[in-house]
């Protein structure tokens, strides 16, 4: 004996009903509440981390910036050119005669424009993140420009030195990662020292 067809609009209504439980229940309400509990639980990493002077926005302390000139730190080298829509590495490998031929190149710019040795340039200022977007350098890729920024801004290098002790953070908790400075926040208290003068 042959099971009964379902004819007509008994032959849809449960496929529609599947449809509209999975769009509503997987598309709109888990959506809200995976961003309400982002929200609450993370309230500045869930709008972007944003820098605000006033009520400007001028970036994100998640997302390198490309500073150039004298008077500013720099960041580290990127891939993707800064854009976050085009986040990635250069996908060579350490064995790449390209990529070896780029980092002799940067620890030559590096060293000239600073001042220092080629065997002092900290590798985070010839090498690229891998995401290309990496707003941190360490700490001694900061103090390697703090002469040039004193200099650029007629500042007194202590006072620029302190400027970066100030904005060195330890590893996550203690015990993640490696002590490092945000570029963009770096510059932009060097910024505030000196439209205080």
Do not use: C
């Not at 449960?14 to 309400?36: D, Q």
């Not at 031929?101 to 220092?116: F, L």
């Not at 002469?147 to 650029?152: G, L, P, Q, S, T």
């Not at 060097?190 to 439209?195: I, K």
């Amino acid at each position: 004996m042959s099971s009964p067809v379902l004819h007509g609009r008994a032959a849809w209504r449960p496929a529609i009903v599947l449809s509209l439980i999975t769009l509503v229940g997987l598309g709109l309400v888990y959506s809200l509440a995976g961003t309400g509990l982002g929200r609450a639980a993370f309230p500045d990493q869930a709008t972007g981390s944003l820098v605000r002077q006033g009520e400007t926005v001028v970036g994100s302390s998640l997302i390198a910036q490309p500073f150039t000139g004298a008077g500013w730190f720099h960041p580290r080298p990127s891939a993707a050119s800064y854009d976050p829509m085009a986040a990635a590495g250069s996908n060579q490998a350490r064995s790449n005669p390209d990529l070896r031929k780029r980092v002799d190149a940067a620890i030559s710019e590096v060293a000239a424009r600073e001042g220092v040795a080629r065997a002092d340039v900290p590798s985070d200022l010839v090498t690229q993140s891998g995401g290309g977007l990496d707003p941190d350098i360490s700490p001694a890729a900061a103090r390697i420009q703090v002469a040039r920024v004193a200099r650029a801004r007629g500042l007194p290098v202590e006072q620029v030195e302190a400027l970066v002790q100030a904005h060195t953070l330890g590893p996550q908790f203690g015990v993640l990662g490696q002590a490092r400075v945000n570029v963009l926040k770096l510059n932009l208290a060097l910024e505030a020292v000196v439209a205080r003068r």
